[in-house]
């Protein structure tokens, strides 16, 4: 039987349109990294990418260093609000930077869609070793009795201004009421050198970079900087719990990192990304993987996470007011 113009039309018109929405849920998702690949971030994103392979399809790690994140996290502001551009974000791009930077290209809150926070990673306050064993400093409050009794003859190096350990530096010295000099170097690297080489007494590391050198007794682990212990050092308290009576009840402080879409994401695409996402981070290979770089997974609501963002970046204005940090 032979169609008539018209339905051939139609049927054309329906199998473009079935080969277009075919083509759209093949499409990538694109997760932007905004810092260079190697270090936890880029790890982390790595692992949750295959982890959702299943659910989402194939979801491709971009990385877009620059501007200590800026650009990555713009780049993502900027796209289309159709579910195929994510960032990894973190503490400095939602929660720093827009403190740092006198001219930031994006709103922290009002250009993305939170969609789940994904891991925290403490930092540990530790000093040189041979150093605290000379002070006889063996815990927080041995350290925070010598920096008071001898102000200014303490330092403390971090990976340069505006830096999470510049600033876990500065908070700590506002809450003890100490006196200590703040030494900058150009990266975490630099400063992890000059605290094991003796030019600095202490610094606040990120755990996974500092437990090697705690476990072979060249650091000396003080205090967490979470407000719960670490369950990859158990042993070593907080620095709330440690520095409670001395001014430290409310210390809280952790690199963290979160998936975050465009600013109009649909309803039902934030759900389905939320979802993909937190149920990858209750994989037992995904905690595996993430115990290996100190990591704990934080899985939350949408919600919850965009009420973390605004807490944080409140508690980190008055953070980076007070150390005078500036990247621009």
Do not use: C
């Not at 996290?73 to 827009?98: E, F, Q, R, W």
């Not at 740092?100 to 993305?112: M, S, V």
């Not at 981070?281 to 939350?300: D, I, S, W, Y």
């Amino acid at each position: 039987m032979k169609l008539q113009r018209r339905e051939l039309l139609s049927l054309a018109l329906a199998a473009a349109t079935t080969d277009a929405a075919w083509a759209q849920a093949a499409r990538p998702i694109r997760l932007v990294v905004p810092y260079p690949p190697g270090g936890p971030l880029d790890s982390i994103a790595r692992v949750l990418a295959g982890a959702v392979k299943d659910s989402l399809g194939t979801v491709l790690v971009e990385n877009r260093p620059g501007a200590g994140g800026n650009l990555g996290a713009d780049l993502v502001a900027k796209a289309p609000p159709d579910g195929h551009s994510i960032v990894m974000g973190a503490v400095a791009t939602h929660a720093i930077n827009p403190w740092l930077y006198t001219k930031l290209p994006y709103d922290p809150q009002r250009d993305f869609t939170p969609l789940t926070l994904v891991a925290q990673v403490p930092n540990v306050l530790v000093m040189n070793a041979e150093t605290a064993a000379r002070l006889k400093i063996t815990s927080l409050p041995d350290l925070v009795a010598y920096a008071k009794a001898n102000p200014g003859r303490l330092n403390y190096g971090s990976g340069g201004n505006g830096s999470a350990g510049h600033l876990a530096g500065e908070m700590f010295k506002a809450q003890a009421g100490l006196f200590v000099v703040h030494i900058p170097y150009a990266g975490a690297a630099p400063a992890q050198l000059a605290l094991l080489g003796g030019q600095v007494d202490f610094n606040f590391d990120n755990l996974a970079a500092a437990s090697a050198n705690v476990k072979a007794g060249k650091l000396k682990a003080l205090a967490v900087t979470t407000a719960k212990r670490s369950t990859a050092m158990p042993d070593v308290p907080t620095v709330a719990e440690a520095g409670a009576a001395l001014g430290l009840k409310a210390f809280d402080i952790s690199t963290w990192f979160g998936l975050f879409g465009p600013a109009g994401l649909a309803a039902e695409t934030t759900a389905k990304l939320n979802r993909a996402f937190v149920d990858a981070l209750g994989a037992p290979e995904v905690k595996a993987r993430f115990a290996t770089l100190m990591a704990e997974a934080a899985p939350t609501t949408p919600a919850q996470f965009g009420a973390f963002v605004k807490a944080e970046l409140a508690k980190y204005e008055g953070v980076v007011k007070a150390s005078g940090a500036k990247a621009d």
